[in-house]
């Protein structure tokens, strides 16, 4: 795992606060790896998914950090979505 991968599944799991996601999602880090969403919280991993959510290191750092909107993000092709568009709009507000 790499650490940009670490990283993620520890911050994420504050911003969620001990609560899962109803569903499963999935962020594919360019160049990182993959890390999971559900019920169980934020974790490595590479399944199959509701949805799954893939940008560059730059992008989704600064949707972590609150800078980058998601929804902006994939509006202008720096976010890519394939899968359930509801899912996704979900997990954009555990993110913002």
């Known amino acids: 795992m790499s650490d ?9 799991n504050e911003k969620m606060g001990g609560e899962g996601f109803d569903g499963t999602a999935k962020f ?3 160049d990182e790896g ?3 969403i559900d019920r169980a919280g934020a974790r490595a991993g590479d399944e199959e998914a509701d949805v799954t959510l ?3 290191t730059e992008t989704f750092r600064a949707i972590l950090d609150g800078e980058q ?3 902006a993000a994939y509006m202008t092709g720096k976010l890519k979505l394939d899968g359930d568009m509801g899912a996704a709009m979900r ?4 993110l913002g």
Request: hydrophobic share 60%; charged share 15%.
């Open 28 to 30: 594919v880090i360019e």
């Open 34 to 36: 993959a890390l999971m």
């Open 91 to 94: 997990l954009a507000a555990i």
């Open 54 to 56: 893939t940008s560059d």
């Open 4 to 12: 940009v991968v670490a990283e993620a599944v520890s911050r994420l």
């Open 69 to 71: 909107n998601p929804t």
